[in-house]
């Protein structure tokens, strides 16, 4: 698979994904760079649940996507019109022998799916990796991180040299390309440079934007974040 993870939306040492900073949009880097409420639910607000107008569907994700103020660093909601309602964080009828925990990624439909076991899963909308910085195949979380510093690779300063500022470590922050949490992603020991991170850009779920890395909104990030422990599986479909 492709090393090549300056990211978009999560690479670099420590991981990667956007900056948001005066110099640098965090849009800029995703491009250039490698409910503890449950669920909204299938297709509405639960399994097997009735459909609801949209109104009350947008509220619902209001509260799910709302602000964070008891983080180190307070995360502002989201705004939930900016995002197709099929993205919404859901819990989905979702077969396969994977073992409940697993963490299953979809780059051809911008989903990440966490399976819970019971022929069900949860479901997230992400962004993920542009043409030519697509890959797949099975990894495992090697570490995890909360408001981690960022470093930028190396080629990810040959192809942006805007980003050499950063080459001994951005602190974490909401501009931070890492985000608020950070899954590291590795193979036989070993750090793929690749993660699933936390982004605040509402317009980038459903878009493939980043450098092979897995975005999601920062609310959903720590909600699949508290329920997955290292040495977690994680399996990358074909695109």
């Known amino acids: 698979m492709s090393m090549d993870v300056g990211n978009a939306g999560a690479a670099g040492r420590d991981g990667s994904g956007r900056l948001g900073a005066r110099l640098l949009s965090r849009r800029s880097f995703l491009a250039g760079s490698a409910l503890g409420v449950g669920a909204l639910g299938v297709g509405?607000?639960?399994?097997g649940g009735c459909a609801t107008s949209d109104g009350l569907l947008l509220a619902e994700a209001?509260?799910?996507?709302?602000p964070m103020p008891d983080e180190k660093f307070p995360i502002p909601a989201v705004d939930v019109s900016k995002i197709d309602p099929k993205y919404y964080r859901r819990t989905v009828r979702y077969e396969t022998k994977e073992t409940a925990g697993t963490i299953i990624v979809d780059p051809a439909n911008f989903y990440v799916y966490r399976v819970e076991g019971d022929g069900s899963a949860t479901r997230y909308g992400a962004n993920v990796g542009r043409d030519g910085f697509l890959w797949n195949g099975d990894a495992y979380v090697g570490r995890k991180s909360e408001w981690a510093t960022w470093t930028p690779p190396k080629e990810m300063i040959r192809r942006q040299p805007e980003a050499a500022k950063y080459?001994?470590?951005?602190?974490?922050?909401?501009?931070?390309?890492?985000g608020a949490r950070t899954l590291h992603l590795y193979q036989n020991g070993a750090y793929t440079l690749y993660t699933i991170y936390a982004?605040?850009?509402?317009?980038?779920?459903g878009t493939g934007i980043t450098s092979g890395c897995v975005g999601l909104l920062s609310q959903d990030m720590i909600h699949l974040y508290a329920r997955t422990p290292v040495k977690t599986k994680v399996v990358v479909l074909p695109a």
């Open 44 to 47: 509405t607000l639960g399994l």
């Open 62 to 66: 209001a509260k799910v996507y709302g």
């Open 167 to 178: 080459a001994h470590g951005m602190p974490g922050g909401l501009d931070n390309p890492l």
């Open 199 to 205: 982004s605040s850009d509402a317009e980038s779920i």
